[in-house]
Each structure stands twice: as C-alpha cells, then as structure tokens.
C-alpha cells in the first residue's frame, strides 16, 4: 500500500488498520498528516511486547520517531532500547531526558510532545494509562488486555467513548481481527455460509511462558512486578492475558453477542510452585 493509501480516512474517520501497522495514518487538529510530518510516538512498557510494538510502529513509515520512552525499571529499559536502536537507528531518538522510570513515568511520556503513544505496560496499569493518554489527547495503540477486572472495563470504555468523541485513533491489540485471511473467513461465517453458530470453541497451543527468579535485592513487589504474568493482580489471570485471543475470537464467531452471565470453576493442580504465583492452571466456565 501507498503512503497515500495508508492516510485516508476509512469509514467516517475510524480506523480499521493492520496490526502490523500501527494506528499511524492518524488525525492531528482535524486533518490527516501529510507524509512529510514526523509522528512522535511514546513507548509505555518496555518488555517484549512494548519493544515489539515499537518496532512494529517504525516499520511502519519512514517519518515515524521514536521518541520517548517509560518503564518501571532501567534495566528493561535499556534492554528495549538496544534493540530499538540496533533495528532502527536512525529513528530511534531517545534522548536521556525523554527516558522516564517510575510508577509517574506514563504521564511523563504522555507530556513529553509524542503524537502517539504505545501502551504496553503489564494489564493492571491499562486503564489509568489509556484514561490519561486520550484526556490528554494522543493517539493510542493499547496492547491487550484492556484491565485485569470489572472496574477497569468500565474505566476502559469510558475511556473509549471519549477518544470517540475527540476523533482520536484507538486501537486494540486484538491483531488477529485485523488478519485479511480472518476477516474473509469470519465475514463469511457471519453471512450465514455455514449456518446458524451455535457452539463455539477456541484451541491455543504453546509452551510455559518466561519467568524470571527471584534476586537478592529485589523486593516482593519487584518481583512480582517483573512477574506479572503470574499474579492475577497483575495480569488477571492466564485466561485474561492469554485466553482472551481466543475468547475474542469466539465472541466475533457469534457476532459480538454479550452473553447475559457465565459461571465458572477453576484451581490449580500442575502449576503449584511458587514460581506460578497464584495464577489457576486450568479454568471452566
């Protein structure tokens, strides 16, 4: 696709655009960018997926820059930012005073003068995140999940409903709705080519996901913390973090139908070390 293509406007000023893209054919006082305007983008989480995501946003076009970034932790930081400059470095512009660390280094990426920022930090943090990045009017690619529990959904739509309403770009990392292949499949599926859905059922393969032990000067919520993943506090559990690929999938099957209720029974019973924090090893509902 063209520079020009990837910067029009698609249905009334949304935006349906590849994952792999980046919401970067984006508003800026109510007109398009032209292909001669740098997008700044900010970069909030800088583990795997947020240095993913950046180096997703850069590929995308030549005049997108990165140019600030947050992270609870330096180490992550520089890790992230290596890599940021070995891929692209001639657009990663991260000066030392636009490198944030702390609980506060959002809302200091969010002032820094970015056009867009990438939020990638662990789910708990989601909410808060998104509600000051579209208060204070940036473009958002928001990583999923969107919140670990009911409040933050609520704060999360609300949050949406206002980035509505100020012509921002919102996007969602459900990547595998923006996959042409799926969006022909499910599209025909829900024109009736099979019929009537009446059951849905989603299958993830994959091995244990990364943990990292546990070291002497680390306290108990840096631990936890560089673990998220196993804390439902943090995370919301695996079939929030993880499941959810494939509870999204399910609800477009059925055509985004809200269900009324669901019960569910779920524990532990293979992963009972404490390296798995309290996260359930398998869930019913």
């Not at 520079?3 to 893209?21: D, P, Q, W």
């Not at 999940?145 to 100020?166: C, H, M, N, T």
């Amino acid at each position: 696709m063209s520079k020009e293509n990837r910067r029009t406007f698609i249905k009334n000023s949304s935006f349906a655009v590849a994952g792999s893209m980046m919401p970067f054919n984006i508003i800026k006082s109510g007109s398009l960018y032209t292909n001669n305007d740098i997008v700044k983008v900010g970069l909030i989480g800088c583990g795997g997926r947020g240095t993913g995501a950046a180096v997703q946003a850069l590929n995308a076009d030549d005049n997108v820059h990165l140019t600030a970034m947050g992270d609870i932790f330096p180490d992550r930081m520089e890790k992230s930012l290596s890599a940021l400059k070995e891929e692209h470095p001639e657009r990663t512009k991260v000066n030392a005073d636009h490198k944030f660390i702390g609980f506060d280094a959002y809302q200091k990426v969010i002032d820094s003068g970015v056009d867009v920022v990438l939020l990638a930090a662990p789910p708990y943090a989601r909410p808060e995140h998104l509600e000051a990045a579209v208060n204070a009017g940036k473009h958002v690619f928001a990583e999923k999940p969107v919140a670990v529990d009911g409040p933050g959904i609520r704060k999360v739509l609300a949050s949406a409903k206002v980035a509505k309403e100020k012509n921002l770009a919102l996007v969602s990392g459900f990547c595998f709705r923006y996959q042409n292949a799926n969006r022909e499949a499910f599209g025909r599926i829900l024109d009736g080519a099979v019929g009537d859905i009446r059951s849905v059922t989603g299958y993830r393969y994959g091995g244990e996901l990364w943990s990292f032990p546990r070291k002497d000067d680390w306290g108990e919520m840096e631990y936890q913390l560089r673990n998220w993943y196993y804390y439902d506090w943090l995370s919301g559990d695996f079939i929030v973090e993880v499941a959810v690929h494939s509870l999204d999938m399910m609800a477009w099957a059925l055509g985004d139908r809200i269900p009324i209720k669901a019960i569910g029974v779920g524990g532990r019973q293979k992963r009972i070390d404490p390296i798995y924090g309290n996260i359930y090893d398998y869930a019913d509902v």
